[in-house]
């Protein structure tokens, strides 16, 4: 089992940034692969990015390259989602995801084995 603790969410204002963190617990975090995803209201869960194993990888749709970034501490057993140049279209509930096989990372939500409950952040104009 994993469990999965996201913080950092809030409100914030267009153009500004806010780092989100996903704590894992119940597994060796280094064996498997971390995804964030988001949903809005009334739209389905989005792929933002993911980060390897090592976090020698990273992958990101291309709604937030270039203004997210994605890091681990495998020492601290977190994951990190950094963003920057927010805009009130990022106003999501965002999600952690721990993904147990070995291979690249994954962009889909079926992909993955185990979720955070979320951390709303909202963006104003």
């Known amino acids: 089992q994993v469990q999965l603790v996201e913080s950092g969410g809030g409100l914030v204002q267009a153009g500004g940034s806010l780092r989100l963190s996903c704590a894992a617990s119940?597994?060796?975090?280094?064996?498997?692969?971390m995804g964030w995803f988001r949903q809005a209201p009334g739209k389905e869960r989005e792929f933002i990015g993911g980060i390897s194993r090592s976090g020698g990888s990273t992958y990101y749709a291309d709604a937030v390259k270039g203004r997210f970034t994605i890091s681990r501490d495998n020492a601290k057993n977190t994951v990190y989602l950094q963003m920057n140049s927010l805009k009130p279209d990022d106003t999501a509930v965002y999600y952690c995801?721990?993904?147990?096989?070995?291979?690249?990372?994954?962009?889909?939500?079926?992909?993955?084995?185990?979720w955070g409950q979320g951390t709303q952040v909202t963006v104003s104009s």
């Open positions: 995801a721990a993904d147990l096989r070995v291979h690249p990372i994954q962009t889909t939500y079926s992909a993955y084995d185990y």
């Open positions: 119940g597994r060796t975090f280094s064996v498997y692969a």
